[in-house]
């Protein structure tokens, strides 16, 4: 397949959010739903031995969070996906502000009974810095929480940015009955507790059929009438408007329950750009240059349990990356065959024998590169743009 295709096919985004809005759980349900994994992690479930795939340091396990991010790859419908589970916690938030600058999109996660809360606007101005697009979850709708009009309007006054309703809920808490379709104009219908991908969901097609007044009378009433006021007051999506970080499309749903995750995967899809062009010092990269180009923008040390290692998390800018190819460190001058290359689905590693513009893949790495190093097939470039910060 030609470079053009495959770089086509790339998505490469990240989940961002304030602590426990249930960002890592999210993850989850999205490696789930693209056949990645095949039974989801609680992340509580620690008597059971069951943890989030993406946590794998034993401090994530026994605390239930996010320490470091994690880089996984997915198949969905004809898209390779990079997904990069994030930590939530500010102690953790340097690491966070450098994987933004690897990702072409931004998932933005909000608790449904908080909503905007201060981690999620402080990463929320990376992204516009950078001008990454943020497409939006608003989870834990089967809780009792607030009022979906109210939360619509907290994100528009406090990010500056209009939210373009994608999906909406249907009931919430007790009385969660499912989410509208807003683009396919179907409800998909709640049933508590499911962990595994089984069954079909239960689908109702179209907002005037009578069946869902019938099965959820006044609940399904009310979200009628939330839906006529949004869709007439909010903007149609605009895809250049999104692709600047000036609009962001709004989905709601439950993550503990893989309800409406299935819409956010198929937004990304849809909605996320393939991989940008990087702004090098010498000039702009495109992707779908023939030579290959790379950034280092993570190193994170003790990945495996079993000895003490250090590995580099390159984003690829440019081209195709082929094992044990010759590449130059722009930084040093030298080069060297990288023939250890992997890339990652939680502790497992799978080794990569090629990769393309907007993959992520890691090298171990024993002193030999640093933050920020460019990674070429011989022409001298620096990238820019990545965060540093003193110890």
Same mark, same amino acid.
Request: charged share 25%; with cysteine; hydrophobic share 40%.
């Given at each position: 397949?030609?470079?053009?295709?495959?770089?086509?096919?790339?998505?490469?985004?990240?989940?961002?959010?304030?602590?426990?809005?249930?960002?890592?759980?999210?993850?989850?349900?999205?490696?789930?739903?693209?056949?990645?994994?095949?039974?989801?992690?609680?992340?509580?479930?620690?008597?059971?031995?069951?943890?989030?795939?993406?946590?794998?340091?034993?401090?994530?396990?026994?605390?239930?969070?996010?320490?470091?991010?994690?880089?996984?790859?997915?198949?969905?419908?004809? @898209?390779?996906? =990079?997904?990069?589970?994030?930590?939530?916690?500010?102690?953790?938030?340097?690491?966070?502000?450098?994987?933004?600058?690897?990702?072409?999109?931004?998932?933005?996660?909000?608790?449904?009974? =908080?909503?905007?809360?201060?981690?999620?606007?402080?990463?929320?101005?990376? @992204?516009?810095?950078?001008?990454?697009?943020?497409?939006?979850?608003?989870?834990?709708?089967?809780?009792?929480? %607030?009022?979906?009009?109210? /939360?619509?309007?907290?994100?528009?006054?406090?990010?500056?940015?209009?939210?373009?309703? @994608?999906?909406?809920?249907?009931?919430?808490?007790?009385?969660?009955?499912?989410?509208?379709?807003?683009?396919?104009?179907?409800?998909?219908?709640?049933?508590?507790?499911?962990?595994?991908?089984?069954?079909?969901?239960?689908?109702?097609?179209?907002?005037?059929?009578?069946?869902?007044?019938?099965?959820?009378?006044?609940?399904?009433?009310?979200?009628?009438?939330?839906?006529?006021?949004?869709?007439?007051?909010?903007?149609?999506?605009?895809?250049?408007?999104?692709?600047?970080?000036?609009?962001?499309? /709004?989905?709601?749903?439950?993550?503990?329950?893989?309800?409406?995750?299935?819409?956010?995967?198929?937004?990304?899809?849809?909605?996320?750009?393939?991989?940008?062009?990087?702004?090098?010092?010498?000039?702009?990269?495109?992707?779908?240059?023939?030579?290959?180009?790379?950034?280092?923008?993570?190193?994170?040390? =003790?990945?495996?349990?079993?000895? %003490?290692?250090?590995?580099?998390?390159?984003?690829?800018?440019?081209?195709?990356?082929?094992?044990?190819?010759?590449?130059?460190?722009?930084?040093?001058?030298?080069?060297?065959?990288?023939?250890?290359?992997?890339?990652?689905?939680?502790?497992?590693?799978?080794?990569?024998?090629?990769?393309?513009?907007?993959?992520?893949?890691?090298?171990?790495?024993?002193?030999?590169?640093?933050?920020?190093?460019?990674?070429?097939?011989?022409?001298?470039?620096?990238?820019?743009?990545?965060?540093?910060?003193?110890?």
């Amino acid at each position: 397949m030609s470079i053009d295709k495959e770089v086509s096919r790339r998505r490469t985004f990240a989940i961002i959010s304030h602590p426990d809005a249930g960002k890592t759980t999210l993850t989850e349900k999205l490696l789930l739903f693209a056949g990645a994994i095949h039974i989801a992690g609680s992340v509580k479930s620690r008597k059971a031995s069951r943890y989030a795939t993406s946590d794998w340091m034993e401090i994530e396990k026994q605390r239930g969070i996010s320490v470091a991010s994690s880089v996984m790859q997915m198949e969905y419908r004809d @898209c390779v996906i =990079n997904l990069l589970d994030t930590p939530g916690h500010r102690d953790f938030s340097e690491d966070t502000y450098r994987v933004l600058t690897a990702v072409d999109a931004a998932l933005m996660v909000i608790d449904a009974a =908080n909503g905007i809360e201060p981690q999620t606007l402080r990463l929320l101005q990376v @992204c516009r810095a950078q001008n990454t697009p943020v497409i939006t979850f608003i989870n834990k709708m089967d809780r009792e929480v %607030r009022e979906p009009t109210d /939360l619509v309007d907290e994100i528009e006054r406090t990010l500056g940015m209009p939210v373009v309703p @994608c999906t909406w809920p249907v009931g919430m808490g007790k009385q969660f009955k499912g989410v509208f379709d807003l683009r396919n104009d179907r409800m998909r219908v709640f049933r508590p507790g499911e962990d595994r991908i089984g069954a079909e969901d239960e689908i109702i097609a179209g907002i005037a059929n009578p069946e869902c007044v019938a099965r959820f009378g006044d609940i399904f009433a009310h979200a009628r009438q939330e839906i006529d006021l949004v869709q007439g007051v909010s903007p149609v999506y605009d895809r250049a408007a999104f692709l600047a970080g000036k609009q962001t499309p /709004l989905f709601f749903g439950s993550a503990i329950n893989n309800f409406g995750v299935q819409e956010v995967l198929d937004a990304v899809v849809d909605f996320a750009s393939p991989p940008r062009p990087h702004q090098a010092l010498q000039r702009t990269v495109v992707p779908v240059e023939p030579k290959f180009s790379g950034v280092v923008f993570k190193i994170q040390a =003790n990945m495996d349990p079993g000895h %003490r290692d250090r590995v580099a998390f390159i984003r690829v800018c440019s081209g195709r990356f082929e094992r044990s190819m010759r590449l130059k460190n722009c930084r040093t001058g030298k080069f060297f065959r990288p023939s250890s290359v992997v890339s990652f689905l939680s502790q497992r590693r799978e080794q990569v024998e090629d990769a393309y513009a907007g993959d992520i893949i890691g090298i171990p790495n024993h002193g030999v590169l640093q933050l920020g190093d460019t990674l070429t097939e011989g022409e001298d470039l620096q990238f820019t743009g990545l965060p540093f910060f003193a110890p």
